[in-house]
């Protein structure tokens, strides 16, 4: 079993900066792709960024890209999202996500997630 754990939410103002990050403990691998989704109120959750094991390839929402970029250190096992730029439309809660062990590569689809954290808060007023 995976066990993710997100922080570093909270509130900012628009064109501020946050830096979320992931940490994982249990059989978690290095080789996990991992990814980060958001959910704000009253929508579906969507897609953010992604990592693939390793961090040789990167995902990014066309809505993010240039403004976050997500990381991992390996032996910390933790992945992290820097957010810059920051507008009131990125207000949402943030889930972590992992693959299984089987998958390396990094997807779009929340379908290929298995392993999800409890979420952290990010508002950003205007």
């Known amino acids: 079993q995976v066990q993710l754990v997100e922080s570093g939410g909270g509130l900012v103002q628009a064109g501020g900066s946050l830096r979320l990050s992931c940490a994982a403990s249990g059989r978690v691998s290095s080789a996990y792709a991992m990814a980060w989704f958001r959910q704000a109120p009253g929508k579906e959750r969507e897609f953010v960024s992604a990592i693939s094991g390793g961090g040789a390839e990167t995902l990014y929402a066309s809505s993010v890209k240039g403004r976050f970029s997500i990381s991992r250190d390996s032996a910390r096992k933790t992945v992290y999202l820097e957010m810059n730029s920051l507008k009131p439309e990125d207000t949402a809660v943030y889930y972590c996500?992992?693959?299984?062990?089987?998958?390396?590569?990094?997807?779009?689809?929340?379908?290929?997630?298995?392993?999800w954290g409890q979420g952290t808060q990010v508002t950003v007023s205007s």
């Open positions: 996500a992992s693959r299984s062990a089987l998958y390396s590569g990094a997807s779009y689809d929340a379908h290929s997630y298995v392993f």
